[in-house]
Nanobody
C-alpha cells in the first residue's frame, strides 16, 4: 500500500503565499515523476506543476513565475511553494506520484486526498 498525505492548504488573502507538502509512505521502491494538480468547482482537474527524478520542472502557464515545485527524494516528499496567490488559484490541490512498489513491478500512479486552497480577494 502507498499513501500520500498532503498538508499546507488553507485560506489566504490575494498576494499571499502558501506551501503545500505531500509525503509518500508505504511500499515504495522507486519514485519517478511527482506532480501537483488542482480542481476548481465546476472545472476539470488541471496539471499545475511537474518534477522529474532529476529535478526538471514544468508548469502550467497560469502559475509560471509564481509557483515552484520541488522534491526531497530522501523524504519521499514533494512541495509546492505558491506565491502571489490570486482568487483564481482557489481549488482543491492534489499531489500524485509515479512509483514502483517493488523491483518486480511496473510503475503505478498514486494520488493524495487533496487539500483545499482558498484565496480571498
Amino acid at each position: 500500500q502507498v499513501q500520500l498525505v498532503e498538508s499546507g492548504g488553507g485560506l489566504v488573502q490575494a498576494g499571499g503565499s502558501l506551501r503545500l507538502s505531500c509525503a509518500a509512505s508505504g511500499n515504495i521502491f522507486s519514485i519517478n515523476a511527482m506532480n501537483w494538480s488542482r480542481q476548481a468547482p465546476g472545472k476539470q482537474r488541471e496539471l499545475v506543476a511537474h518534477i522529474t527524478t532529476g529535478g526538471s520542472t514544468n508548469y502550467a502557464d497560469s502559475v509560471k513565475g509564481r509557483f515552484t515545485i520541488s522534491r526531497d527524494n530522501a523524504k519521499k516528499t514533494v512541495y509546492l511553494q505558491m506565491n502571489s496567490l490570486k482568487p483564481e488559484d482557489t481549488a482543491v490541490y492534489y499531489c500524485n506520484i509515479v512509483a514502483m512498489p517493488s523491483p518486480r513491478e511496473r510503475y503505478y500512479t498514486y494520488w493524495g486526498q487533496g487539500t483545499q486552497v482558498t484565496v480571498s480577494s
